[in-house]
């Protein structure tokens, strides 16, 4: 059974850091390319970050420089550091992989506010 977890999310200031992290479970892990996404009250999902079972990594533009994807193969766990966070990354942020079908997990709330 696979099973996506999320944390790390909260509340904070533009200009300040979260890490997100995500444990997997049910599946080999280190064999998946895994990714990010986040939706906006309003808005569509849509992908933040991904990387591959090989370690390459995209970013939507508007996180460029901005946030770092990463796994831990031997935690089965993938994590994504947010830097200078601005009003528009509010949104709930999820894991997901892809097998047969997409697997998501529960989500992340982040919400970033003065």
């Known amino acids: 059974q696979v099973q996506l977890v999320e944390s790390g999310g909260g509340l904070v200031q533009p200009g300040e850091s979260l890490r997100l992290s995500c444990a997997a479970s049910?599946?080999?892990?280190?064999?998946?390319?895994m990714g990010w996404y986040r939706q906006a009250p309003g808005k569509q999902r849509e992908l933040v970050a991904g990387?591959?079972?090989?370690?390459?990594?995209d970013y939507a533009d508007s996180v460029k420089g901005r946030f770092t994807i990463a796994r831990d193969n031997a935690k089965n766990s993938l994590y994504l550091q947010m830097n200078s966070l601005k009003p528009e990354d509010t949104a709930v942020y999820y894991c997901?992989?892809?097998?047969?079908?997409?697997?998501w997990g529960q989500g992340t709330q982040v919400t970033v506010s003065s």
């Open positions: 990387i591959t079972s090989g370690g390459s990594t």
């Open positions: 997901t992989v892809k097998l047969r079908r997409q697997y």
């Open positions: 049910g599946i080999s892990f280190s064999i998946y390319n």
